[in-house]
């Protein structure tokens, strides 16, 4: 029932506290699956002093609308593109979302083709705008299968969506390779997770291959700002080769500057502020070394399992690792019971575990002890 009179301050807090309390929290737990993180200090504090900022009416707010317009400049040229467009948005969904709509409105409706590893958020912008899905499967690295991709290319395909750094085995498709085989169809990458990854895996020597701007069929660009990026939720980002963000203008003369360009009206734009909090204090070599953390992290943890005995399904590109099991969803419900937090993975049989800023060797140590009492209850 809606409470009929004020509640009395410190119960209120009290009573937050306890649910507080009930939620996991990257500090003190296991929390193995997630691609977010604990946002930096300096990010958390510009979210709190720019709560009542709303870029859904960008007039009031042109102080932080310069600082937007700035993260779009900065992840342009992190992507390698000179003079880019964009938009910081809510996340990955809302960025595919906008993409595919983009694309739908300059070609109309056709088809999408996707590898079978394509994130959700592609799967509902393509059942939302009323396109065709066309699925294309994985070769035996998780990256999208090039033969099956040439041959399900056909006419009515109007986008590609590829993925740098899938959900689950952050693998990258082979982006250059595939653009090869385009004509003229919108080439949208998925770099929610991998966005703010690959370009600091680069420069650490892990990683080899372009997978942005640089591949010049790719039209527009996901990358989240509140995953590695170590901002404040909600925040993503849609990088675009060009203005396109002009095929979705809608004219709304209530509206401070006339029009309104995204899919979100009211916009939580202090994660904007948070953006450009994270990004100027830790600037790339800041970035390079959070990366590296979690590489140096990952591969303890491997070393580890392998002492165990336990079996990697791929050798992981990047942070996001997949221990084989027979039995993996009895594993995971187990695991949940004693908050350790990990996804399962039933399709390839196995548990996905994502090593973020959060995760130390201790957590690691202390999976794997939980891990082997689990086992153990199974005999
Ligand atoms: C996280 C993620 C998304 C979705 O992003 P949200 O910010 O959760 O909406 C999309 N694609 C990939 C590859 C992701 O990792």
Known sequence: ?????????????????????????????????????????????????????????????????????????????????????????????????????????????????????VHISVIKAIDLLNLEGVKVSVDDDFRADIGEVEKKLRDDVIAVVL???????????????????????????????????LPFMEKLGLWKGEFDFRVYAVKSFSIDPHKMGMSTIPSGALIT????????????????????????????????????????????????????????????ALKRFEEEGLEILHKPPMTIVNLKFKNPKKIYKKLLKRRVYVSLNSKYSSIRLVFMPHIDEKKVDLFIENLKAVAEEEL
């Open 1 to 117: 029932m809606f409470p009929s009179h004020s509640q009395n301050l410190s119960k209120l807090q009290q009573m937050l506290e306890k649910f507080y309390l009930e939620d996991a929290h990257f500090d003190k737990d296991l929390i193995f699956n997630s691609t977010w993180t604990k946002p930096l200090g300096v990010s958390i504090s510009a979210h709190l002093k720019f709560i009542e900022s709303n870029l859904g009416n960008p007039l009031l707010y042109l102080g932080t609308s310069k600082m937007h317009d700035m993260c779009v400049k900065y992840l342009s040229s992190l992507l390698n593109l000179k003079e880019g467009h964009g938009k910081i948005l809510s996340g990955g969904t809302e960025s595919n979302i906008t993409a595919l709509w983009i694309a739908r409105k300059i070609y109309g409706k056709g088809k999408v083709l996707y590898p079978e590893t």
């Open 163 to 197: 993925t740098a750094g899938t959900t689950l085995f952050g693998t990258v498709d082979p982006i250059k390779e595939i653009s090869e085989l385009l004509d003229d169809q919108f080439l949208h990458v998925d770099g929610a997770f991998g966005g703010f990854i």
């Open 241 to 300: 080769r060009d203005d396109y963000f002009r095929h979705i203008r809608f004219e709304a003369e209530y509206l401070s500057n006339g029009y309104s360009d995204s899919l979100l009206g009211t916009r939580c734009s202090a994660a904007v502020a948070a953006t450009y909090a994270a990004i100027n204090y830790l600037g790339f070599e800041g970035y390079t070394k959070i990366v590296k953390r979690c590489f140096d992290v990952r591969d303890y």
